[in-house]
Every structure is written in C-alpha cells, then in structure tokens.
Nanobody, 123 residues
Framework: VQLQASGGGLVQAGGSLRLSCAAS????????MGWFRQAPGKEREFVAT????????YYRDSVKGRFTISRDGAKNTVYLQMNNLKPEDTAVYYC?????????????????WGQGTQVTVSS
C-alpha cells in the first residue's frame, strides 16, 4: 500500500485546512486509515482514524469538535477537515494505514505511512 498525503499549509489561528491521503495498492476490509502528527521535539501522536468498511471514526480529545475525518471509498482517499485551528496544532501531519481488528492509536501498529505534510498555524 502506498499513501500520498497533501493539503498542508500556513493558516492563521481560527482558520481551516483540509488534508487528503490517497491510498493505492492492495487494501483489506479491516482497514484503518488515519492521521498522526509530530511537532518539533515531540513524539508522534494520534490525531484521528477511520475504519474503511463501516466508517467508524476515532479522534484525540483535543481535536474533537474541530477536526473531521472522512473517506471516499471509491477513490480510496481519506480527508481530514481541520477547522478552528490553533497554534498548538502546528506539526507535520502523517497519513497512516493498517489492517487490524480494533482501533489503535499507537503509531507502531500502523503498517503503512505516507510522507508528511506541514501544517503551520500562526497566532
């Protein structure tokens, strides 16, 4: 599976961005696609993930109500709509995918990673 992420950029606090992640290659029914982020000097952290077959979604607490993850099954693409962005959302955002039975927020559990895309939120 190959993942191609896009959509990062520079935005003022309170603004919005939409990230996209297109998957190609072989995928599976119990397939999760999601987003992680990593700020300078910090560990990579879970942001949101969606289960491909039924659309179940999971979010880290700090983005609930502001970020929305969605999928386009026909295009094998996942989107992360980020609204009301805050300076603390500044990070490199990574698309990830994995095939497992239940939700996990652990980066090491995800088998496939796309290149990062920078999101910078100015105050």
């Amino acid at each position: 599976v190959q993942l191609q992420a896009s959509g990062g950029g520079l935005v003022q606090a309170g603004g919005s961005l939409r990230l996209s992640c297109a998957a190609s290659g072989r995928t599976f029914g119990r397939y999760y696609m999601g987003w992680f982020r990593q700020a300078p000097g910090k560990e990579r952290e879970f942001v949101a993930t969606i289960k491909r077959n039924d659309g179940s979604t999971y979010y880290r607490d700090s983005v609930k109500g502001r970020f929305t993850i969605s999928r386009d099954g026909a295009k094998n693409t996942v989107y992360l709509q980020m609204n009301n962005l805050k300076p603390e959302d500044t990070a490199v955002y990574y698309c990830a995918a994995g095939n497992f039975l239940g939700f996990t927020a652990i980066p090491g559990d995800y088998n496939y990673w796309g290149q990062g895309t920078q999101v910078t939120v100015s105050s």
